[in-house]
């Protein structure tokens, strides 16, 4: 279920990226504490405190993880099956083991991996150009929710 609302308080910019709802995430917060040996209260002038790295939840679906990966980013195109983050991290770690094995920096990486695919492709008889399209065609069903052809 996505919600359709538009945030502007506390939680502007922030979605669940499984499910999409904005109503309500739980985020672990720090906050100052006056404790006695009576009891304990929130301090006097205290406010909470949450930055990206807090662990945050989405109570509709359970979807954890550092608020930062709650944060809407702009332009992503629609994730009608709730995967594409998951496709992304996927990616990360292929592209993590290919800096880790050639030392290529971040910003060259995906240009230095998709030349070697070209060069992998020419020994291993495949066309890149055909496999690139099938990618694109792939990509577009994922995003847009049309069955792939290929």
Avoid at 13 to 34: N, Y
Avoid at 92 to 114: H, K, M, P, Q, Y
Wanted: net charge negative; glycine share 6%.
């Amino acid at each position: 279920m996505t919600m359709t609302m538009t945030n502007e308080n506390c939680l502007e910019g922030l979605r669940c990226p499984q499910c999409g709802s904005e109503d309500r995430l739980l985020i672990v917060v720090t906050l100052l504490a006056d404790v006695t040996d009576d009891g304990t209260d929130i301090a006097k002038g205290s406010d909470m405190h949450w930055d990206d790295f807090s662990m945050t939840r989405c109570p509709l679906c359970d979807r954890e993880g550092p608020l930062k990966e709650f944060r809407i980013l702009a332009g992503l195109p629609p994730d009608p099956e709730a995967m594409n983050g998951k496709r992304a991290e996927w990616a990360a770690c292929a592209l993590a083991s290919f800096r880790s094995a050639t030392g290529s920096d971040e910003a060259d990486a995906v240009c230095d991996l998709l030349c070697d695919l070209m060069h992998w492709c020419d020994r291993h008889g495949q066309e890149f150009s055909h496999e690139l399209a099938r990618a694109q065609d792939h990509y577009q069903a994922e995003t847009i929710g049309e069955p792939s052809t290929n």
